[in-house]
């Protein structure tokens, strides 16, 4: 059972039978629709945003596997945050605030390419990038917020 792997680059969410994909698994036989319609559920997070799509198809079966990578964090903290570049001088410079529900969402996003095994230890990580862009964290240094997170301060965010 051979199995052939394409990637391709593809806006989030808005993944059509048309070129890069199309073009690209066409000579496969396999559902077209299939893959955009798992395509377009997987990456509905990333909207507006180019992320990698790997497609492993067995060539026999015409059975197919996809996984949707991730922009970096620091991308998706600057899409969440609207802003063009982090600060440049972190410390010392405030380049914009991040909810911890941005912050949540941030994580739930990234989730399968972190390192934590669950949300709040994820929303940790999302933190600890936002140190070295300069971003505060509700108002505070986003350290300052990880220890508030540990406190069980923001625990009513993870309940939903």
Known sequence: MPKDTVEVLIEGGSATPGPPLGPAIGPFGINMMQVVEEINEKSADFKGMKVPVKITIDSESKEFEIEIGTPPTTSLVMEELNIDKAAHEPGTEVAADLSVEQAFKIARMKFDSLLANDYKA????????CVTMGITVDGKDPRDAQKALDAGEYDSVFEQ
């Open 122 to 129: 994820g929303t940790k990580e999302v933190m600890g990038t």
